[in-house]
């Protein structure tokens, strides 16, 4: 494996790379015309080449099935725009809102149910007025106790923008809790050093990270050494994972991911079902399919390492749990299942 200098950001990159036959560049460069490219130097260190499968290229390198769109797929599939009151928030629960202050990436997942909305030609960073908006809103709603910077990738802002949105959340004494939803810490570890940590500390509130891996490949000593160092710092870290179809369709696999968050301090959070973003059919499995993966975590690794495996309702109706559901009401008793799928009878109370 060799390390690329550069992020690879055009087909012509990924040519020179030896990521794409030189054959297959019309097709990569019709994928880039609608959808954003990125690949930093560690993503690329971590393929290997010699596997036409590989599952870290699978979640990086554009396929021409990406034009590939079904009915089904939506531009916005998770209903961002249906519970957006002004740029950059979306205020879907009571009690939490997200910010989007950026709309980039240090790499872009092809699976992506933002892919709409983010990369350079995206809707942009938020302006100092259109921040100022944001965090007036979040001051009018006093039952927002939660702010959830996603993307893009909030941990790509510079250390002084961050720094600008931690000192407003400051101001605002509702606000209990930030959280950050990134993958910086996998993708590109040496970011995460004492001016980015001193940043997050900004907002004097708790500061969680959820970092996004779907690999236990994506768990490098150096992004294990950017775990520790937010977690060491006093950001308690959770996972969030996305079931991808040739990636972590695998309960091996998928175990060993979640064993890997829990060896880095990081608790396993949601397992997202994928979403019906467009041009990503290939990466879909069915609910049942999941259903069985995620049973088959259950009894056979740590309680610790169980993600709570959801689907985002399309339309913006919020996340539903679709694990199996492990008690159904039989007569007047319950059957529930153990992890070997053997049924046992309970009585109601
Ligand atoms: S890092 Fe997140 S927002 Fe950015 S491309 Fe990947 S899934 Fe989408």
Not at 55 to 62: C, E, G, K, L, S
Not at 252 to 265: H, P, Q, S
Not at 281 to 309: M, W
């Amino acid at each position: 494996m060799t390390a690329a200098a550069r992020s690879l950001k055009t087909p012509e990159d990924l040519a020179s790379a030896g990521l794409i036959e030189p054959a297959r560049l019309d097709g990569i460069r019709a994928v880039a015309d609608r959808y954003a490219i990125a690949l930093t130097p560690t993503v690329v260190s971590l393929i290997d080449r010699a596997d036409p499968e590989d599952p870290i290229a699978r979640q990086f390198v554009p396929d021409p099935g990406e034009l590939l769109t079904t009915p089904e797929e939506r531009l916005d599939p998770i209903g961002d725009h249906a519970h957006s009151p002004v740029k950059g928030i979306v205020h879907r629960y009571p009690d939490r809102v997200l910010m989007k202050a950026v709309h980039v990436c240090p790499v872009y997942c092809r699976f992506c149910f933002r892919r709409e909305m983010v990369g350079p030609e995206g809707d942009g960073t938020l302006s100092p007025d259109e921040l100022a908006a944001a965090l007036g809103y979040i001051r009018e709603h006093a039952d927002v106790w939660e702010v959830i910077l996603t993307g893009g990738d909030p941990l790509v802002l510079s250390p002084r923008r961050l720094s600008a949105i931690m000192r407003g959340l400051a101001d605002i004494p509702h606000v209990k809790i930030v959280r950050f939803h990134t993958r910086v810490p996998v993708v590109e570890p040496d970011r995460v050093d004492e001016a980015l940590i001193a940043a997050l500390r900004e907002s004097r509130k708790v500061v969680y990270v959820a970092l996004h891996a779907n690999h236990p490949r994506e768990l490098t000593e150096p992004a294990r050494a950017a775990c520790a160092r937010l977690i060491d710092a006093g950001f308690p870290m959770v996972s969030q994972t996305v079931l991808l179809k040739g990636v972590n369709d695998d309960p091996i696999v998928l175990g060993e991911l979640m064993k890997a968050f829990v060896e880095t301090r990081i608790k396993p959070y949601y397992l997202h079902h994928p979403d019906l973003a467009p041009g990503t059919g290939h990466f879909r499995l069915d609910i049942a399919e999941g259903q069985k993966i995620v049973s088959a975590l259950r009894g056979n690794i740590s309680g610790l390492c169980q993600p709570t495996y959801v689907l985002d309702i399309p339309g913006g109706h919020g996340k539903a749990v679709i694990g199996e559901s492990a008690a159904r009401r039989e007569g007047g008793c319950y059957s529930v299942s153990d992890f070997h799928g053997e049924e046992h009878i309970y009585p109601p109370r």
